[in-house]
């Protein structure tokens, strides 16, 4: 029987039981789960192994691959920089990087670029897939793009892309990298350990994963499709893991803690306030999270939602009952939700990788699970 440790407060004995489970039935290697709600951490549990020997505890210190949750993060940065009005969600992306107007781009907005109508879901001629650790390069590219769709006429999910385009016109707009502000703005001030590109010293802290046996099923296989998920070099590869972690991908290379997310949904569930600071005011959370399109995503199977860079609950429903929850799931499952109604914030890590592309179901037992305890 596998040790459960941390804590959950009594009247979320069930989240507990919960959690237990998904390791007795074998669905877990190692992993955590925390909620906060009205700024207090209320749930904060682990267990398990951070290694494939199973030789090495999962613990409090333990860092895990997030994935595409990284862009939950990505989207709290860009409302940041739009509340301090150094952008604005329906300005054209090409006011701040005027190369991104080229082959009929010019009325992108910042607001349709982060929900996924840019048309640039990936990049469908050859390349080097070791082209992805070159970031001015993929900028380039991605500014010279033809879209794949007409922009603004439906959303394609941009698994990679997303942080080029969000990370630039924040770098443009702001000044300093997205991994940098991350650090300096919220990870120090607040005790964070939450990270867009990993220094070499927390290396020893990143959990092994253990990869899914099976491929997420994409439904139809379109050219957005292809370009996203499909093609050699539709992700990074070729440069070895230490690479992989030290660049700053803010769409897919996060590292972090459960308890480091929820404390951030945290923020934005309980109107932008964070350990007595506010870090976001209450109506640019409700623009963060405001939907931008609804409809057949063309690239995932699922008819999404999307806020400023958020994935909403109500079509799906990936993260349990709350029609008004928001946040962002990543590859294998982990996930970073938001719910400003019930003033929660909930965000499961895990090492042993799921190939569910949203709405894994070992933390939507948990999140049922806190819901039956309110």
Request: proline content about 6%.
């Amino acid at each position: 029987m596998v040790e459960i440790a941390g804590f959950a407060q009594p009247r979320f004995a069930v989240v507990k039981d919960a959690f237990a489970a998904n390791f007795a039935e074998g669905l877990e290697l190692g992993a955590r789960f925390t909620v906060v709600q009205a700024g207090e951490v209320v749930v904060d549990l682990w267990a398990g192994h951070a290694d494939r020997t199973r030789e090495k505890p999962f613990d409090e210190r333990t860092l895990t691959p997030i994935f595409s949750t990284t862009k939950a993060i990505a989207a709290v940065l860009m409302a940041r920089a739009v509340d301090q009005g150094r952008l604005a969600y329906d300005q054209p992306v090409a006011d701040l990087w005027p190369e991104f107007a080229a082959a009929g781009k010019d009325a992108v907005t910042v607001e349709q670029a982060l929900s996924h109508q840019a048309g640039l879901s990936g990049f469908p001629a050859q390349m080097d897939p070791g082209l992805w650790f070159d970031w001015d390069a993929i900028c380039a590219r991605l500014a010279a793009m033809a879209p794949l769709w007409p922009p603004g006429t439906a959303s394609g999910y941009h698994p990679i892309t997303f942080g080029y385009i969000a990370g630039e016109l924040f770098r443009r707009a702001e000044g300093r990298t997205m991994g940098t502000a991350l650090r300096e703005d919220l990870g120090l001030p607040f005790g964070l350990d939450l990270w867009i590109g990993l220094p070499d010293s927390e290396f020893d802290r990143v959990a092994d994963l253990q990869r899914p046996n099976g491929l997420p099923q994409f439904g139809e296989h379109n050219a957005a499709t292809r370009a996203a998920f499909l093609t050699p070099w539709s992700a990074p590869a070729g440069r070895g893991q230490a690479e992989w972690r030290r660049i700053e991908l803010p769409s897919a290379n996060g590292h972090a803690t459960a308890e480091a997310l929820a404390r951030l949904m945290g923020a934005l569930a309980n109107d932008g306030w964070l350990d007595g600071s506010e870090i976001l005011r209450p109506a640019l959370v409700g623009e963060l999270a405001r939907e931008r399109i609804r409809g057949q995503d063309l690239v995932l199977p699922f008819v999404m939602s999307w806020g400023a860079g958020v994935m909403r609950n109500e079509t799906e429903r990936p993260w349990g009952p709350a029609m008004q929850s928001f946040g962002h799931s990543g590859w294998g499952g982990s996930c970073a939700v938001a719910d400003p109604e019930a003033k929660l914030g909930m965000a499961y890590v895990m090492n042993k990788q799921g190939t569910d592309l949203m709405g894994d179901a070992r933390p939507k037992r948990l999140i049922e699970a806190v819901y039956a305890s309110l």
